[in-house]
C-alpha cells in the first residue's frame, strides 16, 4: 500500500480536529508512581452488560503530563462516531513522564524492549478500574500501542498475559522475554517494511519465533514508521479483530 503525504496529513488532522471531551481527565497514585490517564466510557453505559476493555499507549513523542498529548490518532479512533457508537467499551489512554520502553540489542544484535518502572502501574489502574466499573469485562481487555507504545504493550503482555485477550502491536521494538507466555495468545503485529527507526525485522523475528497459531503480521511493503498507521485509522479493523478475541472462550 502506498501513501503520500498528503493523505498522511489529511488523515491526521481529521483525526486531530475530533474533541476530546468524551475522554474524562483521570490520575492515578499509588506510593511510587503518578501516572496521568484519559477514561472513555461506553456510548451507552448499562450496569446490566458486560464492556471490553482497551488500553492504549502513546509513542515516545507524547512523553509529558499534561494529560493531553497521548491522544495520538490510534487513540482518538475510539472517538469516531461509527466507532464509539458500534463498539461499545471502556478505553484508558495513560501517560508516561518518561521512556515506557527501553531499547537495547540483544545477543543476536536484534533490538530488543524492556519495560520502565512506571509500566507496573497499569496493572494496578486495571484492578481499580475493574473494582469501580464491575461491568467491565475481564475476558476482553485488549492492549493497543503504536511505536514505543507497541513496545510497551508488548512488555505488559508478558508481565502478566493472563490478563490480557489481545494485542495489536504497531511497529514496535519487540519484547522476547515470555515467548512461550505468549504461545497462545492472540497477537496481530503491524509493521511497515521501510521502518528504520523500529526495525521491520524485530518484527519478523518475533514471528517466527512464536509458534502460535493465533498470531496475525500484517506488512505494509511501503510504509515507514511515521505513515504505517495511516491505513488502521478511518476503518475499524482494529476493533472489529479484537472485539472477537477473549480469554477463555
Known sequence: ??????????????????????????????????????LLLPHHLNTEKKY???ITFHNSTRVGNDNESQLEPLARIWLRDSVYKQYECFVIAPQFKERSSNYINNSNGVLVSKPSKDVAAVLELIKNMEHEYPNIDKNRIYLVGYSMGASTAQNLMNMAPEKFAAIVSVAAVPDFSGLNKMSNKNIWLIHGAQDTDNPYEGSEVLYKSLNNKKLLFTTYTNLDHNNITI??????????????KRNNP
Open 1 to 38: 500500500m502506498k501513501v503520500d503525504s498528503l493523505t498522511f496529513v489529511n488523515t491526521r488532522k481529521e483525526l486531530t480536529g475530533l474533541t476530546t471531551e468524551r475522554f474524562q481527565k483521570k490520575i492515578f497514585k499509588n506510593q511510587t508512581t503518578e501516572l496521568p490517564y484519559r
Open 231 to 244: 491505513p488502521l485509522l478511518f476503518n475499524d479493523s482494529i476493533p472489529k479483530w479484537l472485539f472477537g
Open 52 to 54: 471490553p476493555l482497551v
